[in-house]
């Protein structure tokens, strides 16, 4: 599928939102993309995670890695397609770990995925977890890169989209001074706080 074909499924699910929105990174934004209302089509898992798996089809992948809860769905669907396991991390006590018995081995080759990647917060915790058990990781995967292409991982990242969707810090949100009021749609605590 192309851009534009992605951009009308968003449109379709009512995925792509329209506000004043307080995301994870602190920033916040007149656009929010929720995934989660595309991946809750089994069809549209399957058609999205099949055109990523494209990225790697030639390399080796062990297991497959997101944060939950935007990328559980990702992850599993991804890892299906590309006939190994998935994982998943999560907060506790708001910091970033494997639980329910999940580990990586030493020297697996890893593939961490995550919906939206924006500053990339999330990708980086997950992939010090991958680092911390000795994991390779081959790449990052995305549905959508919402930095324009300029978030730096460290490591190459697919996506499906790139777009620009201008952010603000909270002391220059042209929306605050509007007086607009503030949603936080995502499953994770800001790290900033606003007044």
């Given at each position: 599928?192309?851009?534009?074909?992605y951009i009308?499924?968003?449109k379709?699910t009512?995925?792509?939102?329209?506000g004043?929105?307080?995301?994870s990174?602190?920033?916040?934004?007149?656009k929010?993309?929720?995934?989660?209302r595309?991946?809750?089509?089994?069809n549209?898992?399957?058609?999205?995670?099949?055109?990523l798996?494209?990225?790697?089809?030639?390399?080796?992948v062990?297991?497959?890695?997101?944060p939950?809860?935007g990328a559980?769905?990702?992850?599993y669907?991804?890892?299906?397609?590309?006939?190994c396991?998935?994982?998943?991390?999560?907060r506790e006590?708001g910091?970033?770990?494997?639980?329910r018995?999940f580990?990586i081995e030493?020297?697996?080759?890893?593939?961490?995925v995550?919906?939206?990647?924006?500053?990339?917060?999330?990708?980086?915790?997950?992939?010090?977890?991958?680092?911390e058990?000795?994991?390779?990781?081959?790449?990052?995967?995305?549905?959508?890169?919402?930095?324009g292409?300029?978030?730096?991982l460290?490591?190459?990242?697919?996506t499906?989209?790139t777009?620009?969707?201008?952010?603000f810090?909270?002391e220059?949100?042209?929306l605050?001074k509007?007086?607009?009021?503030?949603?936080?749609?995502?499953s994770?605590?800001?790290?900033?706080k606003?007044?």
């Amino acid at each position: 599928m192309n851009k534009e074909a992605y951009i009308q499924m968003f449109k379709d699910t009512d995925a792509l939102l329209e506000g004043h929105f307080l995301l994870s990174s602190g920033k916040h934004s007149a656009k929010y993309l929720q995934c989660a209302r595309v991946l809750q089509y089994p069809n549209l898992s399957e058609m999205i995670c099949r055109d990523l798996a494209q990225y790697f089809k030639d390399v080796q992948v062990d297991v497959v890695i997101g944060p939950a809860l935007g990328a559980v769905t990702l992850s599993y669907e991804l890892a299906r397609q590309l006939k190994c396991r998935s994982i998943f991390a999560e907060r506790e006590d708001g910091i970033m770990k494997l639980r329910r018995g999940f580990k990586i081995e030493e020297g697996e080759k890893v593939l961490v995925v995550e919906d939206v990647i924006t500053t990339g917060g999330s990708v980086r915790e997950i992939i010090e977890i991958v680092k911390e058990y000795r994991g390779e990781i081959v790449a990052v995967a995305g549905i959508v890169d919402r930095s324009g292409g300029k978030v730096d991982l460290g490591y190459p990242l697919k996506t499906l989209l790139t777009l620009e969707i201008e952010t603000f810090d909270p002391e220059e949100c042209p929306l605050c001074k509007e007086g607009i009021p503030i949603v936080k749609p995502g499953s994770r605590k800001s790290k900033k706080k606003t007044e």
